[in-house]
Each structure stands twice: as structure tokens, then as C-alpha cells.
């Protein structure tokens, strides 16, 4: 398998404080984590596809990407919201 780039699937942008007159910073909430093979000739560029066929259009790339070799491909902090379609695929 080619190298693969990790997908955040998020819920669109919310204010992190509703409540008038407080900071007006924005958070995403990362609904699940996808595994993309590369674009073809690209290192870290996704395909238009994840594993698991879904669009990578409108998803933002993850922080890393990660060489088929039997190591984790999803961060951490977001192993509960990977999914299932896209790790099944890379177990194989």
C-alpha cells in the first residue's frame, strides 16, 4: 500500500463562547478520522478518496501520514472516532 494521509471529518466551525461579548474564537469538533492513499505523485497530498470511499474534499488533513509498516495511523486523541471502514482496509 502507498503511503496514506489522515482525514479529520468535522462538524462545521461553532463559536467556542455563544454567549455575547466573549472571545470570538471557533472550535471543530472531529467527527471521525479517515485514512486517505496519497494523490499520485504527491508525498502528502490525499487522493480524492479515503479508504472507505467517502470524499476528502470537504475534510482537513490531519498532522501526519504514516507508511503501511504496522504502526498506529491515527493520532491518539482521536483512536475513539476512527473509522472502522478505512482500519479495516489498512489491516489488511
Do not use: N, Q
Amino acid at each position: 500500500m502507498r503511503a496514506i494521509v489522515v482525514m479529520y471529518e468535522v462538524d462545521k466551525l461553532a463559536p467556542a463562547h455563544p454567549s455575547p461579548g466573549i472571545g470570538g474564537r471557533e472550535e471543530r469538533h472531529v467527527r471521525k478520522v479517515h485514512a486517505a492513499p496519497t494523490a499520485p505523485g504527491e508525498s502528502a497530498a490525499a487522493g480524492p478518496r479515503t479508504l472507505c470511499g467517502k470524499d476528502t474534499f470537504a475534510m482537513e488533513t490531519g498532522p501526519s501520514s504514516a507508511e503501511d509498516g504496522g504502526t498506529a495511523w491515527c493520532p491518539a486523541p482521536y483512536a475513539s472516532v476512527v473509522c472502522p471502514d478505512c482500519d479495516a482496509v489498512i489491516e489488511t
